[in-house]
């Protein structure tokens, strides 16, 4: 109840308070793409349920545009997500969200991997906090997760996930690397 109501509070002040730039980023890629500047996908949620996720759209053609890129590697493609989390579909901090395919390719629907489907999925995790892009060691960070998680923890997670947008994701990875040692 407490983790739902700081996802409310904080994703909705954000929202509010970004919202300029949020029009700005979608002029931007709608004006060099003439398309829709939001991606929406069908996702896996709390129980394996359907649900779909809105992120900034940053390939054209099957390739990462310029702009794409400046906004994969400061986090920036996942701010729409903050409508996600308004809507009680997603978590500030939580297992990133997987496609059914993504959930078959990995094996994750069987009961070893309850504890996962168990969490409202998060626009940022520890998994995507590590400098390690594995099935397993997500696996590992996610149970973690599941496990020990606190609003503290959250707390931690978001202050490094803003640091991402300053940085950038690989200086924070690194950091957070070194710091799991």
């Known amino acids: 109840m407490i983790k ?9 002040i954000s929202t509010i308070l970004l919202l300029p730039m949020l029009i700005v980023i979608a002029v931007v890629i709608w004006v060099a ?12 949620g709390v129980g394996m349920s359907p649900f779909i996720i809105i992120k900034y759209r940053s390939m054209r053609q099957g390739a990462i545009t310029p702009f794409g890129r400046v906004l994969r590697s400061t986090g920036i493609d996942e701010l729409p997500q903050l409508l996600n989390v308004v809507f009680g579909t997603m978590s500030l901090v939580g297992p990133r969200p997987l496609t059914h395919a993504d959930v078959v390719r990995l ?3 069987n009961d070893r991997y309850r504890s996962r489907w168990s969490l409202r999925p998060g626009i940022v995790g520890l998994a995507q906090l590590s400098n390690v892009c594995d099935a397993k ?9 599941a496990r020990d998680r606190s609003l503290w923890m959250d707390i931690k997670i978001l202050v490094a996930s803003a640091i991402i947008v ?3 994701k690989r200086h924070v990875q690194q950091w957070v690397h070194r710091r799991r040692r």
């Open 4 to 12: 739902r109501l700081f996802d409310i509070v904080v994703s909705g």
């Open 33 to 44: 793409d003439r398309q829709n500047p939001l991606f929406l996908q069908e996702r896996l």
């Open 107 to 109: 094996g994750w629907n």
């Open 137 to 145: 060691m997500s696996w590992l960070y996610d149970r973690s997760y």
């Open 166 to 168: 300053i940085v950038g």
